[in-house]
C-alpha cells in the first residue's frame, strides 16, 4: 500500500498563508490522483480538493475556493496545497490522498474518500 507523509502544518494567523506537502517513497505519484481532505474536531471529514490527470478535473470545496491551489511535482513525487487567506474555520488536521488513475475526483474528494490516506498533519489558524 502507498506510504504517504504530510508535511508543512503549524500555526497562522488569519490572513496567512501555508504551503502543505504530501511525499511518497513507495512509488510515482504521477500515476495516481490525489488530492486534500480535512476533519476538525467533531466535524465530519471535508474534501478540499482531488485533481484528476487522466481527465483533468479539479475539485475545490466552495469554502476554499480562490484561496487554495493543489498541485503536484512528479520530480519530486510531492503533492502540495498552498492555502492563502487563511481563516479561523480552516483549523483541521490535512490528510493527503492517492487514488488508481481512474478514481473520479468526486470519489475521492467526497464519502467514500476512497484512496489511500496520510497520518495528516495539524493546521491551526488563530491570532
Known amino acids: 500500500q502507498l506510504q504517504l507523509v504530510e508535511s508543512g502544518g503549524g500555526l497562522v494567523q488569519p490572513g496567512g498563508s501555508l504551503r502543505l506537502s504530501c511525499a511518497t517513497s513507495d512509488g510515482t505519484l504521477d500515476y495516481y490522483a490525489i488530492g486534500w481532505c480535512r476533519q476538525a474536531p467533531g466535524k465530519e471529514r471535508e474534501g478540499v480538493s482531488c485533481f484528476n490527470s487522466i481527465d483533468g478535473t479539479t475539485y475545490y470545496a466552495d469554502s476554499v475556493k480562490g484561496r487554495f491551489t493543489i498541485s503536484r511535482d512528479n520530480a519530486k513525487n510531492t503533492v502540495y496545497l498552498q492555502m492563502n487567506s487563511l481563516k479561523p474555520e480552516d483549523t483541521a488536521v490535512y490528510y493527503c490522498?492517492?487514488?488508481?488513475?481512474?478514481?473520479?475526483?468526486?470519489?475521492?474528494?467526497?464519502?467514500?474518500?476512497?484512496?489511500?490516506w496520510g497520518q495528516g498533519t495539524q493546521v491551526t489558524v488563530s491570532s
Open positions: 490522498a492517492a487514488a488508481p488513475p481512474d478514481t473520479t475526483v468526486q470519489t475521492m474528494c467526497e464519502p467514500p474518500f476512497f484512496g489511500s
